[in-house]
């Protein structure tokens, strides 16, 4: 049955083994009282080609971005996926592993941990990145609570211009901890240093900004940091869901930055409907103590050849050790995808990097100066701007994503859900999977709604 | 034995694997979009590799892994079971592994649905009234499940609750996750008896702190692989304190259509699909840790959760003015809710309870044989639910091999190594999980390798203190790793030690 291999009679041949008449002789141990005397009520079971149609029809009335032009962006990021990732990514010694506690048997994820950690570390500028975390917005949370320490109090300044989903996650862990968050206002589409100025005090654990931020707006982030390092003690972190980005965008490091968190999910895995998703979390080494999650570090054998290897390390931080004093409670994290992007930042290439956010932006360039031309759009804001930028429209977005969806079209993100003074705008996001055909396509269908 | 180097150590300068297509729109100058002072001033060095050396790396790491294709993996309290391949087939299907979070609800409709659907089977399963499948692992479940407690008990007033009661069997991420919640953790004793809850200490604690304790979280069978058969009175004395009952469902193999947490009292629990449903753990992840609830805590619950309306149609339904927010981005781990659901379809009500009932019984038979050779913790009990402890005592005492050593020396014979030194409460642990989807015959094996390296501890101990033998490295210098932090490749560092390939 299913995938259980040994046969009734083969089990009643063990139960008898052991003693036992029968399977019901075996769940003596669970008291009557909490029994259940009935079945489950689930459905029946499948055989395989059941289910696999059953699925198939499933799938099938969702439109996947295959059928679709997607100008979506807002957090979630569609990159195109070298075939040689998934390929490699699901090889089956890597895909049915645990996290890697013989680290004699388990070298190949442990050293492709290592290699994602040096890739974030690329990225960032930072000197140190763990294994992966839930998301980009528990990520936010780490940073914070890195930033907080032991205690978890005090106060955080956060941008509005980040995430909306991250600041309700983030708003979320602060009720429950106990630390307060503040909410900073933009203006024009990036934080506001006046706003800035006036929320930070000595008393400020930590200010987190997002660039680029979730209106796709660059952040004067060098004017920001000697603000934020006016407290010496002010841990500024940065937030990063679209990692293309970084090849052209300043790195964290080079803009101060103490700690760089963010999504990188978009980087060799599929969107899968927002999860599993691929939190990172860089630093300076002096939080290395403070680091939550999995931390691979390179070592070399005890004794004989001392060959180089690969282990879990820095134990004593974490939950099966430090217990309610780890540094954080993950255990399983996100590690399949880190080696899904791992793989993809190799195919990508130092090269390959800076080409794609070249092509991101050039493309959302030419895509926001031709929407810009049509009667009753507009742009929201003048901000530098990366692959994502933010328009006024004449209609609702609403109507207009029921309009585009008749050209198989799907639209950008409706603001007005997030933030009330944007209402009747939306966040279009163009990525290098994006054609001028498809943008020239996009913009012949807005005409219709201008007309 | 051979290394592999880093994929830092390979390549050449110019060398690429990916294209990407030449740009198709006209393009402003660099400086006219983005201010200089903002643009990156070093390039991220990445590798430059060739794709054919980046599909030798990574096959070639892919060998120098273990996984449950590989062999049997009985590691304790991690329910590593088989795969199936279907079920990854099914979460590549374009229709969901190609769908954006915030698509138009109408472009969704079988995404939503699926989880709409997978909802209500998890709350059957765990006798629940409702399930949130926004956790993305076990911690986080716990994490989530907490919260509701806390804005439960501020919503009655009682928000000065602040102890949760967990048992020194625990999983670490219990405690860790209680600090998160702005909770202290207290621990209770293991009755030495029944391996249970020490009841006469629940008793005392409830009577001299009842009025602060908001939980108490409970793995059950817990982590010795044993029923607490006072599950029910526990639950009676703490809610007659005032306090709420979290399951720690990472145990949840042993129980489907057996029992439900739901009626043995609990209020909330979350499930590790990773463990339970089979979808695989990916190295170290993803999993998936959705949390049922009973009904007076589904006012807290996070958002959105899934709806269908009067029409038949699917949409996000917003949880309401007392929820406690969201814990992450987005509603969940999709893809891992999707390998679930095609789990339990697959198996259907009889289905699952011959997974726990397999389970158990692999368990309780390697638990007979393995007696004669190994200390049993709590051997008085007579049966164990689906996994259990052995020791490595008798060995510890008689030629110093260790648990450890043990567990290296299994790797030997093509087999995972137990989760060893875990729980905490039981010296020189061997926590072993064989699941359902294991023969017989590798059950047997498994047990004829552990008698002989009993007999090699007796007879040969530095084979077994030296194991493993067989593998790509030996063993590795952990206080080094610890001393020396080296957690990332730099340019000009020492190159990889040993025999390697380019
Ligand atoms: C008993 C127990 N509780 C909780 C957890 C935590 O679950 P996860 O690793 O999914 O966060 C685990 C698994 O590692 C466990 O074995």
């Known amino acids: 049955m299913g995938y259980i291999p040994n046969t009734p009679q083969e089990q009643q041949a063990m139960l008898e083994h052991l003693g036992l008449r029968s399977m019901e002789d075996l769940l003596e141990p669970v008291p009557e009282e909490v029994r259940l005397r009935r079945p ?49 990514q699901r090889r089956s010694e890597f895909v049915t592993s645990y996290t890697p506690y013989q680290p004699e048997v388990s070298q190949g994820m442990l050293q492709a941990i290592y290699e994602f ?93 997002q660039q680029p931020n979730f209106f796709g707006c660059i952040e004067d982030v060098k004017a920001i940091e000697p603000v934020v390092h006016r407290h010496s003690r002010t841990v500024f972190i940065s937030v990063t869901s679209e990692p293309a980005s970084f090849g052209l965008l300043a ?152 309009h585009l969806l008749q050209y198989d079209i799907i639209g950008g993100y409706d603001l007005g859900r997030d933030y009330p003074e944007l209402a009747n705008h939306m966040l279009f996001c163009v990525t290098e999977t994006r054609t001028r055909a498809d943008i020239d396509r996009l913009v012949a269908a807005l005409k219709e709604v201008a007309a | 034995m051979s290394v592999e180097p880093l994929i830092f150590e390979k390549g050449a300068p110019g060398r690429r694997a990916a294209t990407l297509p030449a740009l198709d729109v006209p393009a402003e100058p660099l400086e006219n979009l983005v201010p200089p002072h903002l643009l990156r001033q070093e390039p991220a060095p990445l590798p430059e590799v060739s794709e054919i050396e980046i599909v030798r790396h990574y096959t070639h790491l892919s060998q120098r892994n273990f996984g449950v294709d590989t062999g049997f993996y009985p590691l304790g309290s991690c329910t590593m079971k088989y795969n199936p391949k279907l079920n990854e087939d099914m979460a590549a299907l374009p229709g969901f592994a190609a769908l954006h979070p915030l698509q138009p609800e109408s472009t969704v409709q079988g995404a939503i649905q699926l989880q709409y659907e997978l909802e209500q089977y998890l709350a059957e399963i765990a006798g629940m009234a409702r399930v949130t499948l926004q956790p993305s ?83 059950n069978p817990n982590t010795l692989g044993i029923f607490d058969r006072n599950a029910v009175e526990i639950a009676r004395l703490v809610h007659e304190a005032g306090g ?6 990472a145990n949840a193999n042993a129980v489907l259509g057996i029992t439900r947490p739901g009626d043995m009292g609990f209020d909330v629990v979350h499930f590790n699909l990773h463990k339970t449903c089979s979808t695989p ?61 095609a789990y339990i379809r697959t198996y259907g009500p009889d289905g699952l309870l011959r997974v726990a009932q397999s389970a158990i019984l692999n368990a309780n038979y390697l638990r007979h044989e393995l007696a004669s050779d190994y200390e049993i913790a709590f051997p008085q009990v007579r049966l164990c639910q689906h996994e259990f402890v052995a020791t490595a005592q008798r060995q510890k005492q008689e030629s110093g091999v260790t648990a450890n050593d043990i567990a290296k020396r299994l790797l030997d014979f093509g087999m995972y190594a137990p989760t060893i030194y875990f729980p905490l409460i039981v010296h020189e642990a061997l926590m072993i999980e064989p699941t359902e989807t294991e023969t017989r015959e590798t059950l047997d094996y498994f047990v004829k390798v552990m008698r002989q390296i009993a007999h090699e501890a007796r007879t040969n101990p530095e084979i077994v203190k030296t194991a493993p033998h067989t593998t790509p490295v030996g063993r590795l210098d952990q206080a080094l790793a610890a001393r020396r932090p080296n957690l990332r490749w730099r340019p000009g560092q020492e190159r990889t030690h040993g025999l390697g390939q380019p």
């Open chain 1, 40 to 88: 489950l009520n689930l459905p029946p079971a499948l055989a395989e080609p059941e289910l696999k149609r059953l699925m198939m029809s499933m799938a099938a009335k969702n439109r996947s971005l295959d059928q679709v032009i997607s100008f979506l962006g807002a957090g979630t990021y569609e990159h195109a996926i070298p075939s040689v990732v998934p390929h490699l």
């Open chain 2, 137 to 219: 692992a076990g911690a986080h479940g716990e994490l989530t499940g907490l919260m509701l407690i806390k804005a439960y008990h501020e919503h009655r007033g009682e928000g000065h609750r602040n102890l949760v009661l967990i048992p020194d069997n625990a999983h670490g991420t219990n405690p860790a996750s209680a600090t998160l919640a702005g909770y202290r953790a207290v621990e209770i004793k293991t009755d030495p008896a029944t391996g249970g809850l020490d009841m006469d200490r629940l008793r005392s604690l409830l009577e001299s702190q009842g009025k602060q304790v908001a939980a108490i979280m409970l793995t």
């Open chain 2, 281 to 341: 753990h990916g190295g170290g992840g993803p999993g998936a840790g959705p949390i049922g609830v009973k009904e007076h805590l589904v006012p807290f619950l996070p958002g959105p959760l899934p709806a269908k309306d009067e029409q038949g149609n699917y949409y996000w339904a917003d949880p309401g003015p007392l929820s406690i927010g969201k814990v992450r981005a987005n509603t969940g781990n999709f893809g891992v809710l999707v390998r679930a659901y």
């Open chain 1, 251 to 402: 790195s964290p490091a080079e803009y101060n930055a103490d700690i760089a968190v963010g999504e990188l999910m978009s980087f060799g895995n599929p969107m899968s409907f927002g999860g599993p998703a691929l939190g990172f979390l860089a630093a300076r080494e002096r939080f290395l103590r403070l680091m939550p999650g999995r931390l691979v570090g390179q070592t070399v054998e005890e004794g004989g050849a001392k060959q180089t290897g690969y282990v879990l390390t820095l134990q004593a931080r974490e939950q099966h050790i430090r217990r309610e004093r780890a540094t954080s409670n993950i255990c399983t994290n996100q590690s399949l995808l880190a080696v899904g992007a791992t793989i993809y930042m190799a195919a990508l290439g130092k090269e390959g990097l800076r080409e794609l956010a070249t092509l991101c932006l050039h493309k959302a360039h030419y895509a926001q100066r031709q929407i810009s031309n049509l009667p009753g759009f507009a742009p929201a804001f003048s901000s530098p701007f990366f692959d994502e930028f933010v328009i006024r429209l004449p209609v609702s977005p609403s109507r207009l994503q029921e």
């Open chain 1, 117 to 209: 950690q040096t890739m974030v570390c690329q990225l960032t500028g930072l000197d140190i990145a763990n294994a992966s975390l839930y998301d980009g917005a528990t990520a936010l949370v780490e940073a914070v609570f890195m930033a907080l320490g032991p205690g978890g109090q005090g106060e955080v300044v956060v941008s509005t211009g980040i995430d909306p989903q991250y600041r309700r996650v983030l708003g979320t862990y602060a009720h429950a901890r106990g630390f307060r968050v503040r909410e900073i206002a933009t203006e024009n589409g990036v934080t506001s240093l006046a706003a800035l100025e006036a929320a930070i005090g000595p008393e400020t654990v930590a200010v987190a900004i």
């Open chain 2, 244 to 249: 709420q009952l979290y399951y720690d469902g």
